[in-house]
């Protein structure tokens, strides 16, 4: 059983759209990371959010801590082709080890 | 570069020859990762140095995994008699050492065993 279960795997869409991907645990977590992979590239960690309930944003980027912490959300406002890549959920906490979701590879096409 | 570098960028290799993988982290970062990342699994943990303490071997799938890391700096992760399902992205990264410290990632290497 997958610890972190992220949706949609898959998203392909066009330059300006706006996205949401999701972040699913049945776990509660003292704070929760995103990642950006890039093609051929290591993850690249985004944001950290700690509190239930928090709010971040990152320029077009804005991360959601469920209220419960247990769930997260990463919504793009009018998506660029530079926003490709795939985004991965990361449980935090205390523990060295990453444990990710198996991300959702996003696709923004011009 | 000041990132973390990692060797080759690509492999390919015959099924049951033995593969060496390197990692030269950033210069300073007393903590070293290696992940394996595969289609089907997502990104795994594999092993962790820290300092001079013993590592972390706990998520090493059998042992035909194993690592090294030298003068707390370079690090190779070797995998011996390769099997198919060894094909994956191998991904280090180092960080500060402090728990909770951001990990910084190398871009890989891809290792395809035939």
């Known amino acids: 059983t997958q610890l972190l279960e992220q949706s949609p795997q898959f998203l392909s869409i066009q330059e300006g759209e706006n996205l949401t991907v999701y972040c699913n645990s049945s776990?509660?977590?003292?704070?929760l990371q995103w990642y950006r992979q890039e093609p051929g590239e290591g993850p690249v960690l985004l944001v950290t959010v700690v509190t239930g309930g928090e709010v971040k944003k990152l320029k077009r980027l804005t991360f959601q801590f469920g209220d419960a912490r247990k769930d997260s959300s990463l919504h793009i406002t009018a998506a660029q082709p530079g926003d490709t890549g795939l985004y991965l959920c990361d449980r935090g906490g205390s523990n060295y080890k990453l444990t990710f979701g198996k991300g959702t590879l996003l696709t923004v096409n011009p | 570069g000041a990132g973390v570098s990692q060797s080759p960028s690509n492999k390919v290799t015959e099924k049951g020859k033995d593969v060496e993988l390197r990692c030269d982290p950033i210069?300073?970062?007393?903590?070293l990762y290696w992940y394996r990342q595969s289609l089907g699994q997502g990104l795994e943990f594999l092993i962790y140095f820290q300092g001079n303490s013993a590592p972390d071997k706990s998520g090493l799938p059998s042992d035909r995994f194993s690592a090294e890391r030298t003068g707390g700096s370079v690090s190779t992760l070797t995998i011996q008699r390769t099997q198919q399902e060894d094909s994956a992205v191998y991904l280090c990264a180092s960080s500060r050492g402090q728990v909770q410290e951001t990990q910084y990632f190398g871009p890989g290497t891809r290792l395809l065993v035939l």
């Open positions: 210069s300073g970062h007393t903590a």
């Open positions: 776990s509660v977590f003292s704070s």
